[in-house]
C-alpha cells in the first residue's frame, strides 16, 4: 500500500457553534475529561512548537502539567533548545491530538515565566528520579556517551541523596492564549473547526473555518 492510500474517514462526533462554551478555556476542560475518561493514552501529552530569533521552528512532545483562566502549563530545563529559543521569541504554538477521539485543539500565544514559587512547589512534587534527573542532565547539549550521563547521575544521588535541589535553570512556562481552535473529524474530510479568537478587551470572539 502506498503513503497516498493511507486515509481514514472520521464518523465519531460533530462540533458546533451552537454547542461549544463560550469560553474556550472551559471547552478545552469538558474535551480534556472526555479524553480522560475515554481512556486516550497520555491525553495530557502535546507538541510545542517553537522558533528561535532567524524565525526556524521546532517541536516536541511534553506533557501539560497545569491549566487555568491565565493559560497552560508546562515545566522543563530553561537552558534547553525550547528555553533558548522561548528567550529569544517569546510566542508559541501547543498542538493536542486526541486521535481515538479524532479531535485536536490548537492553542496559540504569548509564553511566560512561573514564578518561582509555582517552580519550587511543582519541582518538589516530582518523582524522586525525576528530581535527580533535572540536575544531572544538562538537557539539549551533547554529550560523548549514555554512560557519562549515567555517571553525571550518579554523583547527583551521592552529592544529595533524596533532597535534590530544583536547579536555578529548571522551572515552568505558561502560554497565555490568543487563539484557540477546537477541530472535530467529520466525514469526506468536511471537518468541523471551531476558532477562538482573544479581543483586545480580554473576551473571546467564536467563528467557524472552512476545512
Known amino acids: 500500500m502506498s503513503l497516498a492510500d493511507l486515509r481514514k474517514d472520521y464518523k465519531q462526533a460533530s462540533l458546533s457553534e451552537t454547542e461549544v462554551d463560550s469560553d474556550p478555556i472551559r471547552q478545552f476542560s469538558n474535551w480534556f475529561e472526555q479524553a480522560t475518561q475515554a481512556d486516550v493514552p497520555e491525553p495530557n501529552a502535546m507538541s510545542l512548537a517553537t522558533a528561535d530569533s532567524r ?41 493536542f491530538h486526541w486521535v481515538e477521539l479524532e479531535r485536536q485543539v ?35 547539549q551533547a554529550i560523548e556517551s549514555r554512560e557519562a550521563l549515567e555517571e553525571r547521575l550518579a554523583k547527583i544521588v551521592t552529592q544529595y541523596g533524596d533532597q535534590p535541589p530544583r536547579p536555578e535553570h529548571w522551572g515552568g512556562y505558561r502560554l497565555v ?35
Open 55 to 95: 524565525g526556524r521552528p521546532s517541536s516536541r512532545i511534553v506533557l501539560i502539567k497545569g491549566f487555568d483562566h491565565r493559560g497552560f502549563c508546562w515545566f522543563t530545563n530553561y537552558d534547553s533548545k525550547k528555553g533558548d529559543d522561548l528567550a529569544d521569541n517569546p510566542f508559541a504554538a501547543l498542538l
Open 106 to 140: 490548537r492553542i496559540e500565544g504569548r509564553v511566560e515565566k512561573l514564578s518561582e514559587q509555582e517552580s519550587e512547589a511543582y519541582f518538589n512534587s516530582r518523582p524522586l528520579g525525576s528530581r535527580q534527573s533535572a540536575l544531572a542532565s544538562e538537557q539539549s
Open 177 to 211: 492564549p490568543d487563539r484557540v481552535e477546537f477541530w472535530q473529524g467529520r466525514s469526506s474530510r468536511l471537518h468541523d473547526r471551531i476558532v477562538y479568537s482573544r479581543n483586545d478587551d480580554g473576551s473571546w470572539a467564536l467563528s467557524r473555518l472552512q476545512p
